[in-house]
């Protein structure tokens, strides 16, 4: 791994901007008059908060952020003091424990108190746990809950779409008018997300980069950066569809020039691991985490948690001439909304289309909503595709879970496993 | 039965039977009867009997099974509950069940439907999505239809279709049931020595594994015998326990608590015997409807309900105060995302009514008490002992402030 200064593409600087004018609108919200709307990345409605001229908060971006910044272990304590156990999600206890010092944002700036909690409560039972302290925070805010059904039985019924729907038309919309002042247009809506569909395409075009033999880009890794975008509010913006054009034309020059993914640390030179991976990451230690990987040359050609904020791999799009329903489609077709056979199928699907070595889990303390049926999942995906499995365990934002030793010596010992399977298989080869 | 100890011992075996042998032999004795399985917290059962069903509550394995195999499907953090179930799953304990039924409580539960799915047990899983919207029109339709997917599937089996007759005729058993579970809490309240609650909780948990009529019939006879003036009072004070609705205490636990100095008036184990606060509508044209309506609106409190209009905290310090209870035990199970996070939320209710509360954690197979018998007795003394000056300093604050 060459030691070098890895210059920053323009679509970094683009991403940078991009989300610094937003903590700027929302440092300058009560001034501009600008309503803020406190929501969840998982079936977030950007869009409609779009449509309607407000501005997102995501707590959960707050809190990896904070994490990120070594600032959530003094929020999860404060949390702790208030009452809340060590034993549950500590995203929302960072949350909370950002708020109670002050609610500084990544900007250093305070981020603004909510005109309207909008719950999407999309594949994650916790989140309404979350909003419900929410609004105990700020008395008397707007409470705007949208209930997505699970996926159960594996599709979207048209009762599912309908029950969305009137939440939607009766309960969400009717909220976000009286919060923003402004009447609902259906046709502002409906540009919106034709963008929205553009950028899907792009950023599905780019995930399925990794097909080719170096991958261009690391899908977990950096892949949370490329998710950025289209998860914290800017889906449906032209500036989305800017930014994911350019990202799109730097990866397809990385794959004519067949150029391995960038890492903080520069090019990943040789390409010796192609994994896909199963949970979200750690925060506290995001890089270290990383270079457990590229200093091995291990590079993530697909992975779960990018799809958390929406599954574009089979073909879904946000579709301007229904747009409640596609609305409605979006929240269903998040990845923790879908049942376990789904999440098989998928992650069964990456590891086939990216030709994958191994498959690996980091099981995630925090979030049940992923990390109940993990170890099932990887069983029946070792049993079935034969392929070589791994297990570790992290937090998203508690660094008391993070422990490096025991990390590495289980990747260590999976990387060893994969490059024993490798020399068998040339062996085979060879003897064939 | 002919003495509430008779009613006891017959439930005690009854309520801890993890082979769920009543239940199947109740199936084996008709071709056309089917047995479902239930997860916590509610389910109505109703609709179970109309089909010439029995839907039987799987309430985890407790500390009465060692887990061997569940252990491999779930990691460290994730609650104990889920791993018991695996584990009779795997046993074969489950095997003559026809369906199982996971009501939307938490992603744990929701994942080990998938599990459930996965393992090709039953005849059928369903996910029991209820709505958290409670607007009739809204979640009310969604409701009504993720029931009909139940009867659907019920009706696959056996053939039989549902009348309203039938459904209301089980509506009328099970707000019998549970008027009668009513009736006895409100009789323990007021006299709490005559049963204690490890003795009711038996009782309380039979009525998961047996059919209706049969649970009603030991109802009544445990109501009758309890109008009798049996037991000595004690000089303990009366708590109401809270956070277990899901992932049951062991009976350890419950004993601990009562041998620490405290009767137990109300709790929420097994809540979903007691989920409709009041009785579901009976003999209307539209049962299912009636069912629906009453999910919506007649329902209690509990962590897996959205509740921004109607917040529980408020809720849990009126029961408090109806049951006269001198505080609030909060016992949740270790790593129960809804029970623990709404803890701050309702404490801090019960210090703005002046209520007092202690919190401790548990899982389902414990088997040491003794920090929880000191926690649970110092809470009991300083109450006992403390509670009157207590008070007095408080009303003379308050008038300090005023002056």
Redesign the interface.
């Known amino acids: 791994m060459p030691d070098k200064q890895v210059a920053k593409e323009q679509s970094m600087i683009l991403q940078k901007n991009m989300l610094a004018r937003l903590f700027k609108e929302l440092s300058t919200a009560k001034g501009t008059g600008k309503k803020v709307v406190y929501t969840f990345v998982p079936g977030n409605l950007s869009e409609l908060i779009l449509a309607f001229d407000m501005l997102p908060v995501y707590p959960e971006i707050n809190a990896l952020q904070s994490g990120m910044r070594k600032k959530s272990r003094d929020f999860i304590r404060d949390a702790e003091k208030a009452g809340h156990s060590e034993d549950v999600c500590t995203y929302v206890k960072c949350d909370i424990g950002m708020m109670l010092n002050g609610n500084i944002g990544p900007t250093g700036e305070k981020l603004p108190d909510p005109d309207l909690l909008l719950l999407s409560y999309t594949g994650c039972f916790t989140f309404m746990k979350w909003f419900e302290n929410l609004e105990r925070l700020y008395p008397g805010v707007q409470v705007a809950m949208l209930h997505t059904p699970y996926q159960e039985g594996g599709k979207i019924t048209p009762e599912m779409v309908q029950y969305m729907v009137k939440q939607l038309k009766e309960e969400v919309i009717p909220k976000m008018e009286k919060v923003s002042g402004k009447k609902f247009d259906q046709t502002k809506l409906a540009e919106i997300l034709e963008n929205s569909r553009k950028s899907q395409d792009l950023i599905t075009q780019i995930f399925d980069s990794t097909k080719n033999k170096p991958s261009p880009i690391d899908a977990y890794f950096a892949g949370v950066y490329y998710i950025g975008p289209i998860n914290v509010g800017f889906r449906g913006t032209v500036e989305a569809v800017e930014y994911y054009q350019e990202l799109y034309n730097e990866v397809q020059n990385r794959v004519e020039k067949g150029l391995g993914p960038v890492t903080p640390e520069g090019e990943i030179e040789e390409e010796r691991f192609r994994l896909v991976v199963e949970g979200p990451p750690n925060w506290t230690h995001f890089r270290e985490f990383w270079s457990l990987f590229y200093n091995m040359g291990a590079v993530i050609v697909a992975s779960s948690y990018t799809k958390v904020g929406g599954v574009y791999d089979w073909g879904f799009r946000h579709n301007p001439q229904k747009p409640l329903e596609s609305l409605a489609e979006y929240c269903m077709n998040c990845y923790t909304n879908l049942n376990l056979t789904q999440r098989i199928d998928l992650l069964e699907k990456c590891i086939k289309d990216y030709q994958a070595d191994g498959f690996l889990i980091n099981s995630i303390k925090s979030c049940n909503s992923f990390s109940a049926g993990q170890l099932f999942m990887m069983r029946i995906l070792e049993d079935k595709l034969g392929i070589p499995v791994g297990f570790i365990e992290s937090d998203l934002v508690d660094p008391r879970y993070f422990s490096y030793s025991n990390i590495k010596n289980r990747l260590d010992s999976f990387f060893q496993m994969l490059d024993q399977r490798k020399i068998i298989q040339k062996q085979q080869e060879i003897a064939t | 039965m002919n003495s509430l100890d008779e009613i006891i011992q017959y439930s005690k075996q009854a309520a801890f039977d993890l082979n769920f042998a009543s239940a199947k032999k109740w199936r084996s004795e008709d071709p056309s009867r089917i047995l479902l399985g239930f997860l916590p917290v509610y389910f109505p059962r109703e609709i179970a009997h109309a089909a010439n069903g029995l839907a039987v509550g799987i309430m985890g394995a407790g500390d009465r099974l060692q887990i061997i195999k569940g252990d ?4 460290s ?2 609650c104990h509950m ?1 791993r018991g179930v695996i584990e009779m799953a795997l046993n074969g304990n489950l095997d003559e069940f026809d369906g199982f039924i996971f009501p ?5 539960i ?6 459930f ?2 393992l090709g047990k039953g005849k059928f899983v ?2 029991l ?1 209820f ?3 409670f ?1 009739s ?3 009310g ?2 409701y009504h ?1 993720e029931l009909h997917q139940v009867i659907d599937q019920m009706h696959k089996i056996n053939g039989i279709k549902i009348r309203p007759e039938q459904l209301n005729k089980a509506i009328q058993l099970y707000n019998k049931n549970r008027n009668l579970i009513v009736q006895i809490c409100d009789l323990k309240q007021e006299f709490p020595w005559r049963i204690t609650t490890e003795d009711f909780y038996y009782i309380l948990r039979t009525g998961l594994f047996i059919p209706v009529e049969q649970h009603n019939q030991i109802l009544e006879d445990t109501f009758r015998f309890l109008q009798e003036d049996i037991g000595e009072p004690m000089d303990n004070i009366k708590v109401v326990v809270s956070g277990a609705f899901c992932e049951q205490p062991p009976i350890g636990l419950i004993k601990t608590i009562e041998m620490a100095g405290c009767y137990i008036v109300d709790d929420d184990f097994m809540l979903g015997s007691r989920w409709m606060e009041e009785n579901v509508e009976e003999n209307t044209d539209d049962p299912l409807k009636a069912l629906v309506e009453a999910y919506l609106n007649k329902s209690t409190f509990s ?1 897996t309900i ?3 209009d109607n ?1 529980k905290g408020k809720r849990l310090v009126q029961q408090v105060k109806k049951r006269n209870a001198d505080g609030i035990i909060f016992a ?1 199970p ?5 029970a ?6 309702l ?2 209710a019960c210090d703005e009514a002046g209520i007092r509360h202690i919190n401790f ?1 548990y899982h389902e197979n414990i088997g040491q008490f003794k920090v929880i018998k000191e926690q649970v007795g110092a809470f009991s003394d300083s109450i006992k002992l403390w509670e009157e000056p207590v008070a007095e300093v408080r009303n003379l604050s308050e008038k300090n402030t005023n002056i």
């Open positions: 491999a499907y779930y990691q953090y994730i889920p939307s409580i938490c992603d744990v929701r994942n080990l439907s998938g599990m799915q996965l369903k996910y999505d709505p958290q919207n607007s029109h809204i979640g339709e969604f239809n962590s959205y509740d921004v917040p949740a270790s790593f129960c995302d809804p623990l996070l709404d803890r701050p939320t404490q801090k954690q």
